[in-house]
């Protein structure tokens, strides 16, 4: 039976395509022969993070110097159980330039394209996120509305004369057309849409004023 042929980390492969790559400069050759001996970094798909792990203090000082002639920037930690210095970076713009001083531009436009892909999902699921809760406020403003409708309705059932004309032919529309915009409400009682939404807050108010004060309000 033929032995299966471990596939190359994603670390591995951003190695050797760095490897592979003619660089020039004494400071960016340093850079790659560093992440090569020390480095790794994860694939874009799972997140953004590249670190090195340096086992002397002076080597990491002297990295995070020449990093930042390219303004790359690093984080620095350390390591549970152990001595070393961990230098890292989580920021996907930056883990883009360092790929690219390290030569290894399949990998940058890989990554490059993680991040656009990740961003159009992120600004969709936004969009999805206020699209919920502008429904969900919208129903739960619906709700209150025909709550207080029906509160004023039973508080006024012996004294309809107090309500306005406008009270009832709106109370019914309300609550039988529940997904009706302001401006569906305004097309079918002929009037304004600014006139529906000056009613419906009437309504709030009065619903409320009565709670708070007992009796019956005047409605205007």
């Not at 020039?24 to 560093?34: C, E, L, V």
């Not at 107090?162 to 057309?177: G, N, Q, T, Y």
């Not at 915009?181 to 529906?196: E, P, R, Y």
């Not at 419906?200 to 205007?220: E, M, P």
């Amino acid at each position: 039976m033929a032995r299966q042929t471990k596939k190359a980390s994603f670390s591995e492969q951003v190695k050797s395509e760095s490897l592979d790559a003619v660089i020039k400069g004494n400071d960016r050759n340093y850079i790659r022969a560093s992440f090569v001996e020390s480095g790794t970094i994860s694939d874009p798909s799972k997140g953004y993070h590249l670190e090195f792990n340096i086992k002397e203090k002076k080597s990491a000082t002297k990295l995070v110097k020449i990093l930042s002639k390219y303004d790359i920037s690093c984080k620095t930690s350390h390591r549970a159980r152990s001595n070393n210095i961990v230098l890292y970076i989580s920021d996907v713009k930056t883990i883009e330039n360092f790929l690219k001083v390290i030569g290894a531009q399949d990998t940058l436009f890989y990554f490059m394209k993680k991040r656009i892909e990740g961003e159009i999902g992120a600004n969709e699921n936004r969009k999805i996120n206020i699209e919920i809760a502008n429904m969900e406020k919208t129903a739960s403003i619906r709700e209150s509305q025909i709550k207080n409708i029906d509160y004023i309705v039973n508080k006024y059932k012996n004294n309809k004369d107090r309500l306005p004309d406008w009270f009832m032919p709106l109370a019914k529309l309300r609550k039988s057309k529940q997904n009706y915009s302001l401006s569906q409400m305004a097309d079918k009682l002929s009037v304004s849409k600014s006139t529906i939404d000056y009613r419906l807050n009437k309504i709030d108010t009065v619903a409320s004023d009565i709670r708070k004060n007992g009796g019956k309000i005047k409605i205007n």
